[in-house]
């Protein structure tokens, strides 16, 4: 097991260098986030060693149950499925420090009040969903600028940047336009120069379609099958936080 993580990890440190090179980009600009949904902890913590501490949950319930296997002070943790505000609660108990997901003004709401009852702030990204995919969350496009707008109001919610999961396709010319408008998104936004608003981190692209999303600019590739294996449900059982196929 270990040994097939730290291979694993040794191929996708060499895809994400040369597509950076591709991109005549630095390879520190690009962070590799360890999809770990179904993963336990054993095998995260084999990751985490290799030098990669940033991982990212897609269900509270994982998020909890493996919170203190992992430990608090050895890796850093973000949310990247979509979130129910009964849910919220937990995310802010079990060390999350950025939810990658926002999407909804019920979410914002929620995570601002129990931010204000503790007297913290928490990192954000939105989510937009670019493929137009009804079986996807996220803010459409169209709408992605006038609801950064709307959330950054929320001054305890720290806006980052942009979330995207592009169309599941082996081609390239459906891929690329989902993370292209993504970067389109951040640039408008970077434009408005909006308060509480910062557009650094562009997370978008996975095991399948990393090296297009990193020539499109994104800053965070969340990638879980290249590392750890196929898994037993498909991708799109983990797009509802109540664990329904859709």
Known sequence: MEANIKNNLSILEKRITAACVQANRS????????ATKTVDAERIKIAIAQGYPLIGENKVQ???????GIGTDNCTRHFIGHLQTNKIKDILKYGVSCIESIDRISV?????QLLERDDRTMDVLIQVNTSDE?????VAPEQAID???????????RIKGLMTIGLFSAEERLVR???QLLKRVQQEAIVLNLPNVEMNELSMGMSHDLEIA??????IVRVGTAIFGER????SYYWNEEGNVI
Not at 62 to 68: C, F, G, P, T
Not at 214 to 219: F, K, L, M, P, V
């Open 108 to 112: 914002v709401e929620k995570l601002q």
């Open 214 to 219: 990193i020539e499109e600019g994104a800053t």
């Open 177 to 179: 336009p989902c993370f």
């Open 134 to 138: 009804d079986s996807k969350f996220g």
């Open 62 to 68: 994982e998020l909890r149950d493996k919170y203190e």
């Open 27 to 34: 390879r520190d600009e690009v962070k590799l986030l360890l």
């Open 147 to 157: 609801f950064i707008k709307e959330v950054a109001t929320y001054d305890r919610l």
């Open 232 to 235: 037993i449900y498909p991708d």
